[in-house]
């Protein structure tokens, strides 16, 4: 089983839908959970971040922490054309480990 | 200015060649990292190093050696590149500092063994 699984998709949704992406995780001692989000031909860069479970707000974007299912989500409302990227979940047990990323989700959408 | 640079951003090779991907940053950060890109596995962890002096084998550390020049560079070696290497290659750094170890990231480089 891997560290952290995710459905590679690709999904596709029409602009102004609500998106969810979600992630599994097998390690407990995981606290710190965060989304890159990778543009074609670009690095990853860090969109959100979250600590132990709970939600968090940016905008359009939510993420949510379940520890208790070690399950992991992120929600894009009113979804845009320059959403369009790869999302790829990451974590971590302290900041003096190493991050465990996700294999990411490729996510269309369609104007 | 980019933060984190890589050179070269596209690479075909031979089976066998050499290879040597560079890496540098001007975020002053001591942390640096290589990861590669594969489709369905993500980005898996190389190399890693917390400072000039440390040096860490990640995940997949097999087939690939690692030089930490300075602060600033850090440079991932192929000593014999074979096909399963083929695969998109990634420089990270972090400051270490906040508990979220936040990795900023190079363009890539894409390199492909023949």
Redesign the interface.
Known sequence: QKEVEQDPGPLSVPEGAIVSLNCTYSNSAFQYFMWYRQYSRKGPELLMYTYSSGNKEDGRFTAQVDKSSKYISLFIRDSQPSDSATYLCAMTETSYDKVIFGPGTSLSVIP | DAD?TQTPRNRITKTGKRIMLECSQTKGHDRMYW?RQD???????IY?SFDVKDINK?EISDGYSVSRQAQAKFSLSLESAIPNQTALY?C?TSS????????F????TRLTVL
């Open positions: 984190v990861y489709p369905g596995l993500g980005l898996r962890l890693y990640g990634f990270a270490g500092i906040g508990p979220y170890n936040e990795q990231f190079g363009p890539g």
